[in-house]
């Protein structure tokens, strides 16, 4: 099974709640309204789940894992509003159709393992995280509730990047936040994983997007900096969203092939399959992402 574990449709419950919303983050009409003045246009086609379907079926995809996108910051609103939001995104993201599958929402403030196990029994696949969350100081003692209950169900974490925050000015051109804050959240959070995350979720996969910030090529600086290197960690992944054959190449060769998945982050944007060879692309694509999401695929509702 071809999988894209990254992409983005907002299905129609979770944009009327968002709509219903005074306060940003929220949209009006089809304009994504941000905090710090930032306004985004949304093309609806892009989040009709038939065209996407489509767009899908010509990728070759038969599996497309969606979220919500952490970097709207709904994670980190106050818990009834955090709720709400996840429950509309689980209502709308959860019956849509193949072949779209969805990571769950979650509030950090007040964590709710009960109501991630619900979106988990629904089929969820795993949970979307804010990488500036997993990285921040105490980050990880804050999401352990979320994190246990995912190990328990053999369900995937993906890392994704939080809110631009004070590094994403309005004069910054559009690639501004996703060269810059994102890829230094991705590779913070790496780095954070590494530093506790592991040994403390033994038996939990986790998969960081757009192959985690480049951190694993800093893993020379690391040693010589006083860390210790290990073998490689069959349950930490990345994915390739963003990235091409030179990254992906380099990635490769630190971590070897067998935890690079692919991922396109659309509608953002395009897929970009790396001239790695048929083999690489069939771990990339199918094998790979099918051993992330083993026990998952096994358990869809009825």
Known sequence: MTVDLHQHLWPEPFLDALRARRNRPRIDGWELLLPGERR???DPAKHDPEARAAIAEADGDELVCVAPSAALGLD????????????????GALALPQPFRAWALAGIQEPDPQ????????GAVGL??????????????????????????????????GPGGPHDPLNRPAWWTPV???????HAAWWA???????????????????????????ERHRARGGVGGTIDPLTFVETS????????????????????????????QPALPALGDAAQHAIRTRNPERLLAHRLEEVPA
């Open 128 to 161: 979307e995280l804010a990488a500036d969350v997993l990285a921040a100081a105490g980050g990880l003692e804050r999401v352990a509730p979320l994190l246990e209950v995912l190990e328990v169900a053999r369900a995937p974490l993906l890392v994704h990047p």
């Open 76 to 91: 980190r609103l106050p818990p009834a509003a955090a709720a709400e939001l996840a429950a509309a995104w689980h209502d």
């Open 242 to 269: 963003s990235y091409g054959t030179q990254a992906v190449d380099a990635v490769v060769r630190v971590l070897g092939i067998d935890v690079v998945c692919h991922g396109s982050d659309r509608p953002y944007a």
């Open 193 to 219: 994983w590494v530093d506790g995350g592991r040994e403390r979720f033994p038996h939990l996969s986790v998969c960081f997007a757009a192959l985690a910030g480049l951190g694993p090529l800093h893993g």
């Open 180 to 186: 810059v804050p994102y890829v230094a959240q991705l």
């Open 40 to 42: 985004y246009a949304i």
């Open 115 to 122: 109501a991630l196990r619900d979106a988990l029994d629904r």
